[in-house]
């Protein structure tokens, strides 16, 4: 059987969307559009409060590795219910051919929700900081596998020209390292393998322990239960960025309350 690298088709069939993007709107025309924008809501702020451990609550249709998540998939009671249970920050996947996302979802949460909304996606090209900040975003997620340090440092000064934060990701310690060097923020670190799709807690215990104190930290993939969350608050974590759990349950509320333990 042949093992597919399901990061590296993500990533062609992204580029082709940017193409066709940019064919649509030039960067040029897209820059001006951002002019007088609303301000972004602070979502480095709303996921690091002391004491307590933050929530990312995710919307996605689907992923790679579950197939169709969500069967109903109703974008504006999932987001009344994450508003309901007043989660901290909310992750909208926009990503369309591997998880059902849209770009335009961004907007209709935020009709919805008062948390800042972080834009979940394959940033590939500084188009997309700039479309990010125009469809809404107040955050995006910059994936460390996939960009150089040079294409981390430009797309980080976008984003702080834009007013926009950032969430870097990272899977391993080479990332980590190249992440720390740049004085990041808001470091994710991710359990899952983007190129396999296998998800390992042990990930985030051997990370944790190698990032200085004063960086906010999110977890993200395979957190399941109260236990999960206890544990990696317990651990320091600041936040944690949960999906598949919550777009499963029939009670999107009443799973929030019981995850975190609220």
């Given at each position: 059987m042949v093992k597919v690298d399901t990061l590296k088709e993500i990533v062609a069939k992204k580029k082709e969307r940017i193409a066709l993007s940019k064919q649509q709107l030039s960067e040029?025309?897209?820059?001006?559009k951002l002019i007088g924008l609303a301000p972004?809501?602070?979502?480095?702020?709303?996921?690091?409060?002391?004491?307590?451990?933050?929530?990312?609550a995710e919307i996605?249709?689907?992923s790679p590795s579950k197939g169709l998540i969500r069967q109903n998939f109703n974008l504006q009671e999932i987001a009344q219910s994450y508003q309901d249970a007043g989660v901290q920050a909310v992750s909208v996947l926009t990503e369309e051919d591997?998880?059902?996302?849209?770009?335009?979802?961004?907007?209709?949460v935020k009709n919805i929700i008062a948390a800042p909304v972080l834009r979940k996606d394959f940033i590939l090209e500084s188009y997309q900081v700039y479309e990010s900040r125009y469809l809404g975003a107040d955050a995006v997620l910059l994936i460390a596998d996939l960009l150089t340090k040079?294409?981390?440092?430009?797309?980080?000064?976008?984003?702080?020209?834009?007013?926009?934060?950032?969430?870097?990701e990272v899977h391993d310690e080479k990332e980590l390292k190249k992440v720390l060097n740049?004085?990041?923020?808001?470091?994710?670190?991710?359990n899952r393998n983007l190129h396999t799709l296998a998800v390992d807690f042990k990930t985030t215990e051997?990370?944790?322990t190698l990032i200085p104190r004063d960086k906010v930290v999110v977890v993200e993939s395979g957190i399941r239960n109260c236990q999960d969350v206890l544990f990696l608050k317990i651990l320091g974590a600041s936040s944690v960025l949960i999906g598949t759990a919550f777009m499963e349950a029939e009670d999107i509320k009443r799973k929030v309350e019981e995850v975190m333990g609220w």
């Open positions: 040029e025309d897209l820059k001006l972004c809501r602070p979502f480095r702020e709303a996921i690091s409060k002391p004491r307590q451990i933050s929530l990312i996605k249709q689907s591997f998880f059902g996302g849209n770009p335009l979802y961004i907007n209709a040079d294409k981390l440092i430009e797309f980080m000064q976008i984003a702080d020209s834009l007013d926009l934060d950032y969430l870097v740049l004085k990041v923020p808001i470091i994710g670190i991710n051997k990370l944790f």
